[in-house]
């Protein structure tokens, strides 16, 4: 429900001119997705059966559900680029030269289009194994043993640390930017002080209950305590990034005006 009114939002003040559309048609997508994943995910709850069906429903919303995870970062990315070109002239002398910025942008594509195909892999890798455990032809230990043979799970949770530390530096350091350039961007301090915190969240939760089930047997109250947490800290990922809405025709309108009142005034000699 909540994830439906923050879409309803997001939609209505995407009518305001001003916004940068691209970003948030995709968080948009995404929220759409996060909500049907949480749709399927509760469905063995109300019909208290588990069937190879349901199997299938739930695999199915852990894949969607990790397409929302992997997009989180290509927003918060984007919309830091969108705001760095917003400033550019603002930041031209306190900013990394053109090269630098093209190898920054290379590199968030890159890192956003890997994480994405490393858990479609890791899904597909698991939801043939559980398949063929169900319908009889892969007993217990050996479905076990091939969950474990290729530890795709702790790479994906070395992997979201990463990234979440990656979107943590990215905010940083165009923060710095703007603080030498003597110039402020609400946008920018929305995502330091609300998306950055939920994004590191999200990213330890993951990596701290996949050291508990590594280490500890199956405990189906830790796993609802993960699942409760970690779509808590997905949805305040997107409740943050929705917020940054409302700042962005403000910001946006004045951008030019802001410009010429930032940096020494030396700078343009």
Known sequence: MSLSLLLVYMLARLRVGGVPRGP????????FLTAIAFALNALPLVILVVTDYIVKVQMSAALIFDFGRASMPAVILWLLQLRGQAFGESLSGYASPPRARFRK????????????IILVAFHMFNFTKTLEFI??????????????????RHV????????AL??????????????????????????????????????????????????????????LAFAILDGLSHVGVIAAIISTISLQPQKTASAESSSNLVGPPSSST
Request: proline share 3%; glycine share 0%; net charge positive.
């Open 24 to 31: 948030y048609i995709l968080l948009a997508f995404t929220t």
């Open 105 to 116: 942008r290379l590199m968030d594509c890159v890192l956003v289009v890997s994480t994405f």
């Open 135 to 152: 319908q009889g032809r892969r007993n217990y230990p050996a479905y076990q043993d091939a969950q474990n043979s290729l530890r795709m």
């Open 156 to 163: 994906i949770s070395a992997l979201m640390v990463f990234i």
């Open 166 to 223: 990656y979107v943590t530096a990215s905010v940083t350091m165009i923060k710095v930017a703007l603080k030498r350039a003597k110039t402020t961007d609400l946008v920018v301090n929305r995502l330091l002080a609300a998306v950055v915190p939920f994004t590191l969240a999200a990213a330890f939760t993951w990596f701290f209950f996949d050291i508990w089930f590594t280490v500890n047997h199956f405990n189906p109250w830790i796993n």
